[in-house]
Structure formats: C-alpha cells, structure tokens
C-alpha cells in the first residue's frame, strides 16, 4: 500500500520569500504523484503531477515540484510567496494511473505573512 | 476542460432522512468516480470508487449501506447518505478520472442536525 507524509502542519512564510512544502512517499512500486491546492470551503485545485515523466515538474501559479526517487520525496517550491498562496496543500499518491483513488497526505496550511 | 459539477454545494438535514449528493462530469466521460470524506482541519480519506454500470467498490470501514452509491451514466454519479445522524455531518467530495488527471468537484457541506 502507498501512503504519503507531509512534514510540518503549518508553514509561514514572508511575502515574497521561498516556499518550500515538503511530502514523502511511500510506494511498492513508482507511483503518480500530485500536488492540490485548497481554499475554504472549496474543493481541489490540481497544482502539478508526476507521472514518470521528467522528474522536475512545472504547475501552475509558479509552482514546481522534484520528484527525487532516492529520497522518496517530492517536495513543492515557489520562488516568491503571494498572499493570494495562502491555502491548504495537499500532497497525493496513486499507484493506479486513473483506475484506483488517491491516498492524500494530512495537509500543510500555507500561512502567509506581509 | 475537466470539469466536475457537484450538488448541492451544502445541505442542512433532520436527523434520519437521506441526502442525495450528486457528481457530474460536464465535458468528458468518467468511467471512474471517486467520493471522498474531509472532516474539519483534516485530509481527505476515499470512502469509495464508482464505475459506471457496476457496484461502487467501498473502503475498508465505510458502511455501504449508509453511504449509496450509484454511477448509470458516464456522466453522472450519486452519493445518497441514508438515514444521517450527526456523525455523518462532513465534508464531501468527488473526483473522476480524466486524461488531465483527477478533477475534483467543488465539495458538498452536510450538517446533519
């Protein structure tokens, strides 16, 4: 079975600084990986996936992802934090391609601070 | 492209009677579905996988009883909470599988009263 760890519950950064949120992985075999964003209230808004395909993967709002296979991990970054990237960050794991359910990290909220 | 279309966005019910979520896929054909659980502050755990024309294929520990699901077209999926109580108040979301990846409908807010 996969599973998915995201290190650190909350994160706060300064507006305009680097935003790094970490997730590791957990898998039998190689897996899909996807970055979510939610606001409140709402549902998931895709960042980035990894579908085995080049291992530095580029989303949207300037995110980015690294898929790193020796340390099962697959962090996201954005360069300069907005305020408007305050949110909830899910990290996420399938093994089935589209066929089976994701299995999603806790979360990590994504504070912001001017 | 991809997009779900979940109602209704949230729902207020007795305790006792049933809800009927629905999930819907507005320009393209899921054969799978997806319905998840998102308690406060916390993930989202799959509660169960829907394929079109077939029974829904539940997670260890969800009551398939409780939670109906039924998927008869490609475009459409239901989710029907039976007999709620107040436990049952929650978050719910669905997801289906397309060429872009998984699309997330925009949740439904039940609180069981």
């Known amino acids: 079975a996969q599973s998915v760890t995201q290190l650190g519950s909350h994160v706060s950064v300064s507006e305009g600084a680097l935003v790094l949120l970490r997730c590791n992985y957990s898998?039998?075999?190689?897996?899909?990986l996807f970055w979510y964003v939610q606001y409140p209230n709402q549902g998931l808004q895709l960042l980035l996936k990894y579908t085995s395909a080049a291992t530095l993967v580029k989303g949207i709002n300037g995110f980015e992802a690294e898929f790193k296979k020796s340390e099962t991990s697959f962090h996201l970054t954005k360069p300069s934090a907005h305020m408007s990237d305050a949110a909830e960050y899910f990290c996420?794991?399938?093994?089935?391609?589209?066929?089976?359910?994701?299995?999603f990290g806790k979360g990590t909220h994504l504070i912001i601070q001017p | 492209g991809a997009v779900v279309s979940q109602h209704p966005s949230w729902v207020i019910c007795k305790s006792g009677t049933s809800v009927k979520i629905e999930c819907r896929s507005l320009?393209?054909?899921?054969?799978?579905m997806f319905w998840y659980r998102q308690f406060p502050k916390q993930s989202l755990m799959l509660m169960a996988t829907?394929?079109?024309?077939?029974?829904?294929?539940?997670e260890q520990g969800v009551e398939k009883d409780k939670f109906l699901i039924n998927h008869a077209s490609l475009t459409l999926s239901t989710l029907t909470v039976t007999s709620a109580h107040p436990e049952d108040s929650s978050f719910y979301i669905c997801?289906?599988?397309?060429?872009?990846?998984?699309?997330f409908g925009s949740g439904t807010r039940l609180t069981v009263v």
């Open positions: 996420a794991v399938t093994l089935g391609g589209g066929a089976d359910g994701l299995t």
């Open positions: 898998s039998s075999v190689p897996p899909y």
């Open positions: 320009d393209f054909q899921a054969t799978t």
């Open positions: 829907s394929n079109e024309g077939s029974k829904a294929t539940y």
């Open positions: 997801s289906a599988s397309s060429g872009l990846g998984y699309t």
